[in-house]
């Protein structure tokens, strides 16, 4: 069974830093790309980050590149999403998704959802 | 980028009624559309993808349908755990993918 497990959110600072954690299980996890979407409260799904497999490809949604970095460690099944530079409108429920691809380029689709974590910026 | 929008935002139905859901690309994406389930206080559940393939478990009463930058998620005859909010999202320019702004689909 496929199981995704969030971890890190909290009450941080506006300007400040904080790191989430997604354990995954169930699954070869090397063998997908793995997705970040937040939802703010109140408000609907907005996807911020991807990585490949192998953690050779990141990719970014604009409202979060060059604050956020999202890696993966393969050894240990686990994703993570550094986030620096904190604003208020990073508030949101963070959630990490697993991903299936139909082609290298086209196709994706999150198959598999862990429950979020919560972040709250203070200004 | 591509920009996605939905309609209606909300809809009231009863049980038992058919409702059609409206997802627009702003460009061609077809077949890259996906379609997800959310219920309040719960993470999203994917029913479909590539416009049209139902995801393992989900009821056949859900279908997509659709080409170029028009797609609609039907549900056949509504049950009273279908209440919930719709979202489409764009797959065509994976990695980076779009969500619709979804439906809230509530009991009349």
């Known amino acids: 069974e496929v199981q995704l497990l969030e971890s890190g959110g909290g009450l941080v600072q506006s300007g400040g830093s904080l790191r989430l954690s997604c354990a995954a299980s169930?699954?070869?996890?090397?063998?997908?790309?793995m997705s970040w979407v937040r939802q703010a409260p109140g408000k609907g799904l907005e996807w911020i980050s991807t990585?490949?497999?192998?953690?050779?490809?990141?990719y970014y949604a604009d409202s979060v590149k060059g604050r956020f970095s999202i890696s993966r460690d393969n050894s240990k099944d686990t994703l993570s999403l550094q986030m620096n530079s904190l604003r208020a409108e990073d508030t949101a429920i963070y959630y990490c998704a697993k991903v299936r691809v139909l082609t290298a380029v086209r196709g994706g689709y999150f198959d598999y959802w862990g429950q979020g974590t919560l972040v709250i910026v203070s200004a | 980028d591509i920009q996605m929008t939905q309609s209606p935002s909300s809809l009231s139905a009863s049980v038992g009624d058919r409702v059609t859901i409206a997802c627009r690309a702003s460009q061609s994406i077809s077949p890259y559309l996906n379609w997800y389930q959310q219920k309040p206080g719960k993470a999203p559940k994917l029913l479909i993808y590539?416009?049209?393939t139902l995801q393992g478990g989900v009821p056949s009463r859900f279908s997509g349908n659709g080409s170029g930058t028009d797609f609609t998620l039907t549900i056949s005859s509504l049950q009273p755990e279908d209440f919930a909010t719709y979202y489409c999202?764009?797959?065509?320019?994976?990695?980076?993918?779009?969500f619709g702004p979804g439906t809230k689909l509530e009991i009349k």
């Open positions: 590539t416009a049209s």
């Open positions: 169930g699954f070869t996890f090397t063998s997908y790309a």
């Open positions: 999202q764009q797959s065509y320019s994976t990695p980076l993918y779009t």
């Open positions: 990585i490949s497999g192998s953690g050779g490809g990141t």
